[in-house]
């Protein structure tokens, strides 16, 4: 089986407003791995791992919904690519 593996940096509002224990839940959710963190320049980024359709999904949630209280003004997406096995067994917060 063939996975999907993304790099992703959420702006906006994103800090302060549990940005990061939100993804952690949707990722569970979902299914897919990975982590997350909050930056220095105000921004969350991280990676997520797992099967296509779930990755996507989770890039919208990321694009697009986020946690109540935080406003997204912009998510990027880099570094896509398919990999054989996951490099992670669940999805974190990393600091």
């Known amino acids: 089986m063939s996975y ?3 790099d992703f940096e959420v702006h906006g509002r994103v800090q302060g407003v549990c940005f990061r224990m939100y993804t952690e839940d949707e990722a569970r959710r979902l299914g897919v791995v990975g982590w997350v963190r909050n930056t220095r320049q ?3 980024d991280g990676q997520v791992q797992g099967p296509t359709d779930k990755v996507r999904q ?3 949630w ?3 919904k986020g946690s109540p209280s935080s406003r997204i003004t912009n998510c990027s997406f880099k570094n896509e690519k398919q990999v054989k096995e996951l490099d992670f ?4 917060t990393t600091y």
């Open 62 to 64: 990321l694009a697009k």
């Open 42 to 44: 105000g921004t969350v």
């Open 4 to 6: 999907t593996s993304v």
């Open 89 to 92: 067994r669940d999805f974190r």
């Open 58 to 60: 989770m890039q919208e």
